[in-house]
C-alpha cells in the first residue's frame, strides 16, 4: 500500500513519484510528510489521498500545480460533434447510443468545410485547442480520410487539434498522426471493476489497445473518465489509479461529471456530492502532475463556488462554448464572467514538443 493515514488523519506519509517532490521552501502547513518514490499509484493509495481532510488535498494539489504550471491560466478547448448519434455502443451513460431514445437526431459526418468553419469561429472566441468527436466505435476507412482532412486544415489555422473517433484500427493512428493530429481522446471511462456495468459492447483492454496505438503513432493521449455514476470513492481512486499508471501518463485528462440525460440507463442516479468531485480533480493533479486535467462535462450544473474549487484542485482546462456534443454547456459569456472575477486568464498554445498538452 502507497499511502497510510493513522486514526486521527494528521500526519500522513504520502509516498508519491518523484516527479511529484513538493518544494523545500512550502510552509509546514500541514503534517503531511511527502515521501518520493517512483513506485506506481496502487487504488488505496488514491483513495487515501480522496480521503485526505479537504484542506490538506487542496493544499498539496495547489502545490503540485504551481510547480507545473501558471497558477492562474486555464486552457481554452472548444468541441464539435462532428458526427452525431446513431452510435451502436451501449455505454450507459451516452445520449447517442442509438439504443438509447434520448432525443438526439443523427446527422451524418459534417462537411469539411463547415468543420473547418466552426474551428475558425472557436479560434476567434479565444479557443487554442479544438476537439472533434464522432459517434462511432471506430471510424472506417472513408470517414477517416475526411477527417484526416479536417484535422489538416483546422491545424493550418494555428489551433492545437484533437479528435476523439473511438477505436482506432491498424494505421489508423500514423494517418491521423500525418494529417497533424495532436491528441486523441478516448476514455478509461471509469474503474475496470465496473467496466461491465456500464458498457458492454466493448471492454476496457479495448480503449487501453488504442491508446496503445496513438502512443506508437507519437500522438499525446488525452484519457480521462466519468464520475457521477453511482460509484463509489474507492471506484474513483481505481480508475484515477488507472490513469496514473498509464506509461506515460496522459498529457490531457478529462474528468467529466455525468450529464444526466432521459433516456439513458444512468439517467436518475444520485448526484454526486461536489467536494468528491472536487477531489478527484485533486487527486489527479496530484497523481499526473504534468498532465492539464480538464474540467470537462457537467459544468452547465455546476456553481460558480465549485468550479473555483476545481481550478484550486489543479484543473486547468475546460471545454468552451455553448455545446459540449449534444449537451449544454455554459455560454462563453458566463464562462468569461467566471474568468473575471477569479482573475483567471486563458493560456495561450502550448508547446507540444514538450509532451504535456
Ligand atoms: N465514440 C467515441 C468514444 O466513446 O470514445 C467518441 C465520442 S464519446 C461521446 C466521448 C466521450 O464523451 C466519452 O468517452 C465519455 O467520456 C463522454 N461522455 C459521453 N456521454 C457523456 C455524458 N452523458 N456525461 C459525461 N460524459 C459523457
Ligand atoms: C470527454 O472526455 N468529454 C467530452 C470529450 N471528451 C469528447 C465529451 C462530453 C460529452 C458530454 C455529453 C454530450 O454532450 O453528448
Ligand atoms: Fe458511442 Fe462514444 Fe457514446 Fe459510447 S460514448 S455510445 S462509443 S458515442
Redesign the pocket.
Known sequence: MNCRFPDHLRQATIRIPTDHIMPDSAPALTQIKVVTDPARWSASGVKALLSTSFGDLMYQAQQVHRQHFSANEVQLSTLLSIKTGG?P?D?G????AARYHTGVDNEALMLIDAVVDAARTAKLNGASRFCM?????GPKQRDLEKVAQMVREVKALGLETCA????LGKGQAEQLKDAGLDYY???L?TDPALYGEIITTREQADRLDTLHKVRTAGIHVCC???VGMGETRANRAALIAELANLDPYPESV?I??????KG?P?HGTPELDPFEFVRTIAAARITMPRAMVRL???RETMSEQTQALCFLAGANSIFYGEK??T?ANPVADRDRVLFDKLGIRPMEMRDNSSGGG
Open positions: 452510435c455502443e455505454c451513460y451516452c445520449p447517442q468527436g464522432a459517434a462511432w466505435r476523439t473517433l473511438g477505436m481522446n478516448n476514455n471511462d480521462g473518465g466519468i478529462p467529466n461529471n455525468l450529464v444526466q440525460v439513458t444512468l470537462s462535462a457537467g459540449l456534443l449537451t
